[in-house]
């Protein structure tokens, strides 16, 4: 197993069009997580699913944001109607449980979203 | 509110000399405190782990503190390398979160410059 895989590495959408980034977690991790991280900032929770349900969504993800993780295993994240204030960093995240005791959340390398 | 800070200026230490990073939070109970260290362009690396009844947690050159009563994580790089120049990242699961979701909420992160 190779880790968490996002993709696209980068994107570069015009404002209003609608964008979707995939994540393949771990595949053992029945826990994975998005999140959105812009300059400067830490990474900021969006979502969260255990195998297929969706169990949190924060509520800073507007209805254009939504995830899903059909069957458990691979995510996507679409955002519609992009804004400018969308441009940043999307990180996914898996682990098992709730992180086991020693390992954290394994990262993938993130997809960075320019909206132009 | 809850809030966790971490110093936002950048900490420009010698070769050789020790790190030491700080994390404060409040209106936090966590259950477990856990440091990342990230790169540019790159997602956060899981670091280490440290639970609430632990005082102390040691990797290698790295080690973490947590003092609950002070609502603060101190963590060291001793023997720093200009190698370990990056971002450091600490992170909270909160115990009283509802539902065990392992939900992580992330400080803002202090970058470390070491200089050769």
């Known amino acids: 197993d190779t880790g968490v895989s996002q993709d696209p590495r980068h994107k570069i959408t015009k404002r209003g069009q609608n964008v979707t980034f995939r994540c393949d977690p771990i595949?053992?991790?029945?826990?994975l997580y998005w999140y959105r991280q812009t300059l400067g900032q830490g990474p900021e929770f969006l979502t969260y699913?255990?195998?297929?349900?969706?169990?949190?969504k924060s509520r800073l993800l507007s209805d254009r944001f939504s995830a899903e993780r059909p069957k458990g295993s691979f995510s996507t994240l679409e955002i519609q109607r992009t804004e400018q204030g969308d441009s940043a960093m999307y990180l996914c995240a898996s682990s098992l449980g709730a992180g086991t005791a020693n390992y954290g959340y394994t990262f993938g390398s993130g997809t960075r979203l320019t909206v132009v | 509110s809850q809030k966790i800070e971490q110093n936002s200026e950048a900490l420009n230490i010698q070769e050789g000399k020790t790190a030491t990073l700080t994390c404060n939070y409040t209106n936090y109970s966590p259950a477990y405190l856990q440091w990342y260290r990230q790169d540019p362009g790159r997602g956060p690396v899981f670091l280490l782990l440290?639970?609430?009844?632990?005082k102390e947690k040691r990797k290698e050159r790295l080690k973490v503190t947590f003092d609950t009563t002070l609502k603060q994580s101190l963590f060291h790089i001793t023997a720093s390398q200009p190698a370990d120049s990056a971002t450091y990242l600490c992170?909270?699961?909160?115990?009283?979160?509802?539902?065990?979701?392992?939900?992580?909420?992330f400080g803002q992160g202090t970058t470390l410059q070491v200089k050769p």
């Open positions: 440290i639970r609430e009844n632990e």
């Open positions: 595949s053992e991790h029945n826990r």
């Open positions: 992170a909270l699961r909160s115990g009283t979160s509802s539902g065990n979701t392992g939900k992580l909420i």
């Open positions: 699913f255990q195998n297929e349900a969706q169990l949190e």
